[in-house]
């Protein structure tokens, strides 16, 4: 038996063959050309067919995935439009006088190790879309085909990595499970696997080779571990979890439709972190009684300028709508440290973790701040909104943003364009700065959200990304934990509510301490919720 450890992101329990994922192969060749604006007319063709091919697999994959899922595809539609993505490849051709498929090859390369160096997770995943739609460019340039069907056997289908757009459209009575050598955690594929119920591991390496192809293996999407030619006792241990994982999951949907409360009767109000418009579905599927989180970045970043106030009001307006009443906490602007966009020209900093970052932005920048604001306040004509200022340090930063906002609402009102005037504002308690004068912040705020994860690398200076000190990086420091405490004493105190919105929000060894502390909210990882409110219901 060999046994091999990865990372699991989609939970479950498969047995069967190891069959290798096999793709079409071709050779993107640098090959010289005369004609550049007949290469051009070329790519633009291409284009349209992978536009095509976009639209045709949105549709179709609405029911299978999820209409929000689904939305990815039309993102990778519209990727192919973006001036990002196309002008350089234009650009190749022109001057470099090369075929179109070497110059998507070689710049969407480019883009996609740009996102993939980010230190911000959930963009550095973005390069699995960028490879994705890059791909599908190149196969309909060369004219063949993408991949090939696993065949008629169910299969656990191992390959290097699978893109979003191969995940979605996998046969699922033939799919047993996925294993791959590379991967991320909150990459669409991953979000796609757990949505159509397939057991996944990533990050296996180079162990996973060819040559374990046709051999008997078995998959726990749960622990990462990918079993190659299992002993008896290891099939029926698993074959025991297997039970086990269909039980719990019966136990845990008991608690969907149920508000969170403790024995005891003490609420909690359990929100989920979105990072897009695209995880609404997973939000809705989750049971959440809310978005605690939703990190407004996402429409700043991979473009080549400021998005309209058009722009941002549509996707604003999307999600409170889909939400049907509860409650749609959409954080402001929080560009800057480890999330860089070059048309903000931001200026290089030694510790741009402690620069020019959120808040800070928009404070120096209101004309940008306003317009996020007011496609904020339009959208919440349209259902429950609140508002959320990150990265605030001082009570006179607080009342900076507070004045802008009272003069948009004004504006608003004067346009006689429709808004909630009454639109909760609130604050992220995500510096000791903050934590320490929360007692005058709440006179301020409607509402508290700590951000766990940006406080825990500021009150121990540690940097979270920083993978050699993590040993230095204790998330149950006492520190911290005295500072969330003082925050939540002092939040009541003012009569207002305190949640948390940091990854230690879903850490089943704090959620105790959390409640016995008196927070109000907790929002996590939509895949949490359930599990976190059968935890709450035990204390």
């Known amino acids: 038996m060999i046994t091999l450890q990865g990372k699991g992101v989609s939970g479950g329990i498969a047995v069967g063959r190891l069959s290798f994922f096999e793709r079409s192969s071709f050779v993107v060749e640098k090959k010289s050309i005369s004609d550049t604006a007949g290469e051009i007319q070329r790519l633009y063709a291409a284009k349209q067919t992978a536009s095509e091919q976009l639209d045709e697999l949105a549709n179709t994959m609405a029911e299978k995935i999820g209409k929000e899922n689904a939305l990815l595809f039309e993102i ?215 978005i605690g989180l939703f990190r407004s970045e996402f429409l700043y970043l991979g473009r080549e300028d400021y998005p309209g106030e058009d722009i941002q009001y549509e996707s604003y307006r999307k999600v409170v709508e889909e939400m049907k009443g509860r409650q749609v906490i959409i954080r402001t602007l929080d560009i800057g440290a480890d999330k860089q966009v070059d048309y903000f020209h931001l200026p290089t900093e030694e510790n741009p973790a402690l620069g020019m970052r959120a808040i800070r932005i928009c404070l120096t920048r209101p004309q940008l701040f306003e317009t996020q604001l007011r496609a904020i306040y339009r959208a919440s004509a349209h259902g429950n909104a609140a508002i959320m200022f990150p990265m605030i340090s001082d009570v006179e930063e607080l009342l900076r943003a507070k004045r802008i906002a009272a003069h948009v609402r004004e504006a608003l009102a004067a346009e006689q364009i429709p808004f909630n005037p009454d639109t909760p504002i609130g604050i992220m308690i995500e510096t000791p700065a903050s934590a320490i004068i929360s007692d005058l912040l709440a006179k301020e705020a409607d509402f508290f959200s700590i951000g766990t994860n940006d406080l825990t690398q500021y009150t121990l200076a540690a940097d979270r990304q920083n993978e050699a000190i993590r040993e230095f990086c204790n998330t149950h420091h006492e520190a911290i934990l005295r500072l969330i405490r003082m925050t939540v004493e002092n939040a009541h105190k003012a009569g207002i509510w305190v949640g948390i919105c940091g990854m230690l929000g879903a850490d089943p060894e704090l959620t105790q301490t959390f409640v016995e502390m008196g927070l109000d909210e907790l929002s996590v990882e939509p895949s949490y919720i359930l599990s976190l409110r059968r935890r709450i219901a035990e204390i």
């Open 76 to 290: 990778h539609r519209m990727m192919l439009d973006d001036s990002d993505y196309l002008d350089p490849i234009l650009k190749m051709i022109e001057s470099q006088r090369v075929c179109a498929e070497y110059a998507v090859l070689e710049c969407g390369k480019q883009l996609s190790r740009e996102f993939a160096e980010m230190d911000d997770v959930y963009m550095r995943e973005r390069a699995a879309d960028v490879d994705d739609v890059s791909k599908r460019l190149i196969a309909v340039l060369s004219g063949t085909q993408r991949d090939s069907a696993a065949g008629n056997e169910a299969v656990i289908l191992a390959s290097n990595d699978f893109s979003p757009s191969e995940t979605a459209q996998f046969d699922r009575s033939r799919v047993l499970a996925l294993a791959a050598q590379q991967g991320a955690a909150n990459s669409h594929t991953a979000i796609f696997a757990r949505t159509m119920g397939i057991p996944a591991i990533i990050g296996l390496g180079a162990s996973l080779a060819p040559g374990l192809g046709d051999k008997l293996a078995a998959l726990d999407g749960e622990t990462g571990v990918l079993y190659i030619e299992p002993d008896p006792e290891v099939l029926a241990s698993l074959e025991e979890k297997r039970k086990r994982l269909i039980e719990e999951r019966q136990e845990l949907e008991q608690f969907r439709g149920k508000p969170t409360l403790t024995r005891s009767g003490q609420r909690i109000k359990l929100f989920a972190n979105i990072g897009s418009v695209t995880d609404v579905e997973a939000v809705l599927a989750s049971d959440a009684e809310g």
